[in-house]
């Protein structure tokens, strides 16, 4: 596995466990029992500070136990130290019931003092006592999240790497390597067929990213799929969407991906989270686009979509760039400002994203006649139509 070859300088656990002896711990706690101190020399030691009433500790517990056992089958002798937040011995009894490892036993005056000895002012916390190692203001439980046990051996040099790992699949995208995982070599359909992703070889291919607990992302659903159908009219055969959710869970993920048209990679696989990651989405919908040789076209499909739906494929910056010399070119052949027999206002050319026409009461889009007075538009094919005996 990639990273155990790196070299980490970790402080002799000796160390710490005198820290403990002179701070009054006398054992520490398993599920098992009392552990003798004794028992920790030798190990990679990392404290864990956390707190039951947390609600991001309980959430990031699952995160550090995958970690935890991960490592310890693959052979690496580590240790993880819980050290309490908790307000009440009950509260911190509840929490280790989570928790594989060992902990400070509860003692609210003892786990402040290590808590201010370590300086730790949020929570939760991961600290492994290595050289290099990042620090708390690094934000190292944000990092496990991210990468789980390959964040092992949690130096700068190893975090370093990850990133550079991560920036190579964004510019140099093999699909096959990015949406397979650990045996999986398919995608699902909303009827729950299985697509082989190398099926996905030679087209434009959109990452959606969006849930159903998202109004915006259902919002744009319908726009997508309407993109999405009228391409598979016309060019099925090159361009497929893959949906990587971000529903809160399993029953979601299933309502979500029934009411699409396209592909999704299944909820229990964490390519999902290792997509967010790569390509660094922070807020939902967002669609990446890739290209037949794997080159990511866009990052802001979502704008491609919104603007211009089907008429953007193949979604790149010059296909985008020749739509609006053709919308500019269409607005300079149009009046700045027109009257109209069934309006009392004057009318005045504006761009729109969107519109329902008060003449055909159909969808419009880019150029519209619109009252400054009141909420009225016109399609300009609408107005010509309205004015054919005026001139312009």
Known sequence: MAGLNFEAEYVDSFDLLKVFAAEGVEFLLSSEGKVPLSDCNGKIICLFFSANWCRPCRLFIPHLVNLYETLRKRGINIEIIFISFDRDEDGFKEHIKSMPWLAVPFDANLHRRLIDRYRVDRIPSFIPFCSDALTVDENMIEWIEDYGADAFPF??????????????????????????????????????????????????????????????????????????????????????????????????????????????????????????????????????????????????????????????????????????????????????????????????????????????????????????????????????KVNNDQSW
């Open 155 to 384: 130096t700068k040099k190893r975090h370093g790497e990850l990133k550079a790992i991560d920036k190579s699949k964004r510019e140099e995208v093999n699909l096959e390597e990015l949406l397979t995982h650990e045996g999986r070599n398919f995608l699902i359909s909303g009827d729950d067929r299985k697509v082989l992703v190398s099926e996905l070889a030679g087209k434009t291919v959109g990452l959606f990213f969006g849930a159903y607990w998202s109004p915006p992302s259902r919002a744009f659903t319908v726009q997508l799929a309407d993109a999405y159908n009228n391409l598979k009219d016309t060019k099925g055969h090159c361009f497929e969407i893959v949906l990587v959710s971000t529903d809160k869970d399993l029953q979601e993920f299933n309502v979500n991906r029934t009411s699409m048209p396209w592909l999704a990679i299944p909820y229990e696989d964490r390519t999902r989270h290792d997509l967010c990651r790569i390509f660094d989405i922070k807020k939902i919908p967002a669609l990446v686009f890739i290209a037949p040789d794997g080159k990511v076209i866009s990052l802001d499909g979502k704008f491609m979509v919104s603007s211009y739906g089907a008429e953007a494929f193949p979604f790149t910056e010059s296909r985008i760039r020749d739509l609006e010399a053709a919308l500019r070119k269409e607005g300079d052949a149009l009046p700045q400002q027109v009257e109209d027999i069934k309006h009392e206002h004057v009318l005045k050319l504006d761009r729109a994203k969107a519109y329902v026409c008060d003449a055909c009461k159909k969808q419009g889009k880019f150029w519209a006649f619109s009252c400054d007075v009141c909420d009225y538009d016109l399609h300009p094919s609408c107005l010509e």
